[in-house]
């Protein structure tokens, strides 16, 4: 999972991915989906992420670029730090609950919600000359 928050421009203001908080080693915590222990307690999501990693940055009026719709948890530091708008790739999980929370709040808060379609399938980088 990565995010990216760009200005009004599409300049990039602040980038982030789904990983543990900084000083909590790979090595130590759990990276499994399921069983008793997993990932989903320690590891912080994308969005907030790009958020924190803003450093302060103003955010007023930014757009965030994210794999998959926010959850209520990320909605909520969308909302407050003044992002207008998130474009996404995937709704997997459209049916849960904290999604469709998520949509209730930022729709409430005003903040534009498109999904991004195209007719692409891969995008290929190729570093050799």
């Known amino acids: 999972?990565?995010?990216?928050?760009?200005?009004?421009?599409?300049?990039?203001?602040?980038?982030?991915?789904?990983?543990?908080?900084?000083?909590?080693?790979?090595?130590?915590?759990?990276?499994?989906?399921?069983g008793e222990d997993t990932k989903y307690k320690y590891v912080v999501h994308a969005e907030l992420n790009a958020i924190l990693n803003a450093r302060g940055k103003n955010l007023n009026?930014?757009?965030?670029?994210?794999?998959?719709?926010?959850?209520?948890?990320?909605?909520?530091?969308?909302?407050?730090s003044g992002i207008s708008r998130v474009i996404y790739l995937y709704d997997k999980y459209s049916d849960t609950k904290e999604t469709q929370a998520s949509k209730r709040m930022l729709q409430s808060a005003n903040v534009e919600c498109r999904q991004l379609v195209t007719d692409k399938k891969n995008i290929l980088l190729d570093f050799e000359r």
């Open 1 to 34: 999972m990565g995010a990216c928050i760009v200005d009004k421009n599409n300049i990039i203001l602040s980038t982030g991915y789904n990983g543990f908080p900084y000083g909590c080693s790979d090595d130590e915590f759990p990276w499994e989906r399921e």
């Open 61 to 80: 009026g930014a757009k965030l670029y994210v794999d998959l719709f926010p959850c209520n948890e990320c909605a909520k530091a969308i909302i407050q």
